[in-house]
């Protein structure tokens, strides 16, 4: 006979949560990896919003006699070809990736959920030109898209956000088309529409909040890539412009001959990218197993 | 079936007419002329050479006029001419695209031979301490951006060996070719073998879950024939759709870690010619990026309905 351990078991499935710290540290043995995630996370958004305090030395500051400095002393980190101190390059740097990470995934959404919201609710020909406009837009990869998109509209921090967020709306009106085409068919609707509720409102209030579980999955997953493709653009110089300290723009100024002479300025800034990309994934992971649990892995 | 594959055919049609002319949209927005650009490097200032400039170019007649001679010329083979270089854009582009298909097909290999197995392994042994260690290295390989492990690569062969083995000289033979390419296709691949191991693990508990999997079981199959012989078959199916994914996936890959290896291929040559905003050629390049993309779906579909006999398409 099996022994089933009740009291375990009922810990396991989250029976004592009572809110608040518990809730923490349910989450926290249930998903160690996510509860790590989550930590990163958050580190990653302290340091941009506390960046000037963090590192009060000027990003932008150059000195000619500190150039090339190696880790260390005054410079933590070392300091860049021009001097300028690499610690503080790379605080102030988590503030652009967050700028460009939320700014690009919020304005994907917000473009994504309207198209989706609407092609899945209207259906017809409305949906289908949207459908093939989708199609169009997912055949080019993301960063190639971003390349194209960051080249037309110029380099800037506004211009940058439109580029990575344009690639980004095709998958998240998908998911929100699909979901929002088995819903409208749901008896709630119907009763919504009896009661004299107009078509507007019925997508907004009722349709949409049904479909946020899958979205908020994809939205972090996207904050990740989006940070990622900033640092990509950034790096083939197609991204941040000078001086402002972006992870991935230090990397191209530093790359094939500092390999060689200064490895701290290739280690860092990678290390920074990776780690917050890193991050959101582990978090994106454990918010699909607790908010979509046909995907529970 | 023949009804569905003609259908799919015109809309992959569709799909790249629409790309034309999102493209050539886009490009005609750049801030920077390329006539400006031209003019500042030869170092003219005098207004008439520019507008002769701007007139050999064709850049001033109608956007509608410009399009057509793009399209026509397309049909026909003809992709125009470079504006950098002057030469033919077909005779620019046409030998890099060997290498860049070597680098991408390598990475594929390897991402397949390395993300399958542990992606199986994963799974099998869901939530044990080897599970967790394979899932936190595969998050990882989708967390490094591939150009910083591109150059952590450079960094440890200038540290260990002295040198960096970067693409230079056209390579003699094609082994020391294979040689050459195998570091970049390591890099891209170990990305990609990272989607292939997540995909494949999800794909693989999936199927673990089944009754006929329950079934196998309980008449005494053993554990390696239930997992190798009666889930992996099935869990197999939607990997192959990962290929179609990879294809979008690798081409992003390509493009940072052709820069990197400084691998003179057609992703690399996208960027150059984005920044000197050589339309011919970004035009050309990103309709053979989204041709390759379109195809591999298409080919996709058609070996899945091959393999998986339960998927028929309506017409």
Known sequence: MAHINHDAELTRAGAYVTGGWSTIVFFTRRYPLGAVGALIVLAFILTAVFASVMAPIDPTATNARASLAKPGGTYLLGADFMGRDMYSRIVHGARISLAVGVGAMSLGCILGVSIGLMSGYLGGWIDLATQRLMDIMQSLPLLVMAIVMAASLGPSLRNTIIAIAIPLVPSVARVVRSSTLSLREQPFVEAARAVGMGELRIAVRHVLPNTLAPLIVLATAQLGSAILTEASLSFLGLGIPEPHPSWGRMLSESAAEYVRSAPWLVIFPGLAISLTVFGTNLLGDALRDILDPRERT | ?315
């Open chain 2, 1 to 315: 079936m023949g009804a569905y594959l003609t259908r799919r055919f015109l809309l992959m049609l569709l799909t790249l007419f629409g790309m034309s002319v999102l493209i050539f949209v886009m490009l005609r927005l750049v801030p920077g002329n390329i006539a400006d650009i031209l003019v500042d490097a030869a170092g003219i200032a005098d207004p008439k050479e520019k507008a002769k400039i701007i007139n050999e170019l064709g850049l001033d007649r109608p956007i509608l006029e410009q399009y057509g001679q793009w399209i026509g010329g397309l049909v026909r083979g003809d992709l125009g001419f470079a504006y950098v270089s002057e030469r033919p854009a077909l005779e620019e582009i046409a030998p890099r695209i060997p290498i860049s298909a070597k680098l991408a097909g390598m990475a594929l290999v390897l991402s397949v031979l390395i993300g399958v197995p542990f992606g199986v392994i994963s799974a099998v042994r869901q939530n044990t301490a080897l599970d967790y260690f394979l899932r936190v290295i595969s998050l990882s390989g989708l967390s490094l951006p591939s150009f910083w492990l591109g150059l952590l690569v450079l960094m440890a062969s200038v540290h260990w060996f002295g040198t960096i083995p970067i693409y230079s000289n056209e390579p003699r033979s094609f082994l020391q070719e294979v040689g050459l390419l195998s570091i970049p296709a390591a890099v891209v691949g170990f990305r990609s073998s990272a989607l292939v191991m997540r995909l494949t693990r999800s794909s693989m508990l999936e199927v673990l879950r089944q009754d006929y999997i329950r079934t196998a079981r309980s008449k005494g199959a053993s554990q390696t024939s239930v997992n190798y012989d009666h889930a992996l078959r099935n869990a197999l199916l939607p990997v192959v759709t990962i290929i179609g994914i990879e294809a979008a996936f690798l081409v992003g890959g390509l493009i940072v870690t052709e820069t990197v290896f400084n691998i003179p291929g057609v992703a690399r040559f996208l960027v150059e010619a984005i920044l000197w905003r050589d339309y011919p050629i970004v035009q050309n390049l990103v309709m053979l990026i989204a041709f390759v993309v379109v195809m591999v779906n298409f080919l996709v579909d058609m070996a899945y309905m091959a393999l998986d006999p339960r998927i028929k398409y309506a017409d």
